[in-house]
């Protein structure tokens, strides 16, 4: 398939850029390198810096380059900037996304694997979270999500050709078995990354948000999933749409690891002493949140196959190893 992926230079994007292409499929990545890397991206790509406003640039490349389905990655990701400025997640996120699917209406391209989120449940009322929970964000960076979910369902009931499949993402983490793509954000604010830095000894210590929450060592618990596993899912998608589709899928390993296990699992992988300090909690983390993904293995027959934390850390470690400043170096 000609595939065509927003957000092709960012962390996930980036991993699905070269497994598309080593499963065989034509890749064309666009990406306005905002926070993406160009060096992330697979030589093998055709390659456009485009912003996802830019609605014509979009149709001409979706015309051009033939494209069949588009994989839907590019987005700003960090909660508390959603926070303190909403437009800008608005304004990325949801009219981003209706710019490409007009972008998509004119070229006339019928498929969309969209990234979502586990942010969409807000605080869920039980675990593990079936798709069908409550959507109920608590924050603008899950509503600027659910909003495009909304999109997708009206625009799909009003053009029966199109399908498309939201991924709801809970902790993706790790990076490219051979150590060649991984993490890179600026600010890094995710717990696995700042351990690894804090293991390499670019920061002192790592604080814990938290260590009062209703959980058996108090503090939060997430379900991690290798960003590999997680790429793979939407091939598995992908393939698996057809005209008319409105899926979506939780994508977890359906196992949650408390931060402080993670921390043990880090100290565990890397070997280095990793000082923590134990602080207040962070506005806005539930306690507790980890998938039901028995709806997409059921569906589609796929499941993680990282379901081990010290071996999805494993891989976070070696990118860092290699690449302690990031792409730059
Ligand atoms: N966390 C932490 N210290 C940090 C960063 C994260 O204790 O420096 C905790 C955070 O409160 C949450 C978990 O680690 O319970 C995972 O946070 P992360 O930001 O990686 O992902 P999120 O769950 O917010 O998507």
Redesign the pocket.
């Known amino acids: 398939m000609n595939v065509l992926v927003a957000g092709g230079a960012g962390y996930i994007g980036s991993h699905a850029v070269r497994q598309l292409i080593e499963a065989g499929h034509r890749v064309v990545a666009v990406d306005n390198l905002y926070r993406g890397h160009g060096q992330a991206v697979d030589r093998r790509a055709v390659f456009h810096e485009i912003d996802l406003a830019e609605t014509h640039a979009l149709a001409d490349v979706l015309a051009k380059e033939k494209i069949d389905c588009v994989m839907h990655f590019a987005a700003l990701t960090y909660?508390g900037e959603s926070v303190t400025d909403p437009l800008a997640y608005y304004d990325n996120n949801t009219a981003g996304t209706i710019s490409l699917l007009k972008a998509m209406k004119t070229a006339g391209v019928k498929r969309m694997v969209f990234s979502s989120t586990a942010a969409i449940y807000g605080e869920p009322d039980s675990t593990p979270i079936v798709e069908t929970a409550r959507l109920e964000p608590v924050n603008p960076y899950g509503w600027s999500k659910w909003c495009v979910e909304r999109v997708l369902r009206d625009y799909a009931a009003s053009d029966r050709e199109f399908a498309f499949v939201a991924m709801r993402y809970f902790?993706v983490a790790g990076a490219a078995a051979d150590g060649a793509l991984g993490e890179d954000h600026d600010p890094e604010?995710?717990?696995?990354p700042?351990l690894m830095q804090t293991a390499l000894g670019q920061r002192d210590k790592?604080?814990?948000?938290?260590t009062d929450y209703p959980t058996p060592d108090g503090t939060?618990i997430?379900d991690y999933i290798h960003v590999e596993d997680l790429c793979a899912a939407h091939i598995v998608a992908m393939n698996a749409l057809r005209p008319g589709d409105t899926r979506c899928y939780n994508l977890g390993i359906g196992k949650g690891y408390s931060?402080k296990e993670v921390i043990e699992s880090a100290r565990r992988v890397t070997g280095r002493d990793i000082p923590v300090e134990y602080g207040p909690r962070?506005a806005g983390?539930p306690a507790v949140l980890f998938a039901d993904a028995d709806k997409i293995q059921r569906e589609l027959g796929w499941s993680a196959r990282h379901t081990e934390l010290d071996a999805i850390i494993a891989t976070a470690w070696k990118w860092f190893e290699r690449h302690p400043g990031g792409y730059e170096t």
Do not use: E, K, M, S
């Open positions: 909660v902790n604010t995710h717990l696995i700042i790592i604080t814990v948000f938290g939060c997430r931060v962070r983390d």
